[in-house]
């Protein structure tokens, strides 16, 4: 099926640092998706992106929908030790939903 | 807040056993979906419902995967028999409309 890379695959930032994370594909997509899940529990949608070159804040999180419509990116500001979790980009193909391999962020206090 | 609600949380099976998942959506959401996300993995979609029509199940492996929305609100994903590649998160999601999915959860089955 068509991918979603993500990059980096993991992280490890001091708190308070500000963290970037992308993701691309080959195809393009007309959403863009952000979650996020910590362990034992379901992804949690962080910031839905409709229009190329959107951008979209959410708190800390700021996501923008890249204007060639084969990539995203996620900003969080400021970290905090909870933003620990593995952050998901996904985006529909052909009605289904396609998710990437993840983002694992580690935030040392 | 409305939260989409799977049971068990944890499952530890038997390899050839079967076994069942419970998914009751957020209320008023249409759209349904199981997911299997494997450790390290983004979530693969198995099923997908619109109300208690099938719109998708080209991924699920109909050999020994079924599932089922009977009254198009809650649904019912079965293994039959299990085997020890199934062992994964099963994730369950829902929809108003549009792609914003809610997810479940989970549940963690252990085939063993």
């Known amino acids: 099926g068509q991918q979603l890379n993500q990059s980096p695959q993991s992280m490890f930032i001091q708190e308070g640092e500000d963290v970037s994370m992308n993701c691309t594909s080959s195809s393009i997509f007309n959403t863009w998706l952000w979650y996020k899940q910590e362990p034992g529990e379901g992804p949690v949608l962080l910031i839905a992106?409709?229009?190329?070159?959107e951008l979209t804040s959410n708190g800390r999180l700021t996501a923008q929908f890249g204007i060639t419509r084969k990539d995203s990116f996620l900003n969080i500001s400021a970290s905090i030790p909870s933003d620990v979790g593995i952050y998901f980009c996904?985006?529909?193909?052909?009605?289904?939903?396609?998710f990437g391999a993840g983002t694992r962020l580690t935030v040392k206090p | 807040e409305a939260e989409v609600a799977q049971s068990p949380r944890y499952k530890i099976t038997e390899k050839s056993q079967a076994v069942a998942f419970w998914c009751d959506p957020i209320?008023?959401?249409?759209?349904l979906y199981w997911y299997r996300q494997i450790l390290g993995q983004g979530p693969e979609l198995l099923v997908q419902f619109q109300d208690e029509s099938v719109v998708d199940d080209s991924q699920l492996p109909k050999d020994r995967f079924s599932a089922e929305r009977l009254k198009g609100v809650d649904s019912t994903l079965k293994i039959q028999p299990a085997e020890l590649g199934d062992s994964a998160m099963y994730l369950c999601?829902?929809?108003?409309?549009?792609?914003?999915?809610?997810f479940g959860p989970g549940t963690r089955l252990t085939v063993t």
């Open positions: 999601a829902s929809s108003p409309q549009g792609y914003e999915q809610y």
């Open positions: 209320s008023g959401h249409a759209t």
């Open positions: 992106l409709y229009k190329a070159g």
């Open positions: 996904a985006g529909p193909h052909n009605n289904d939903m396609r």
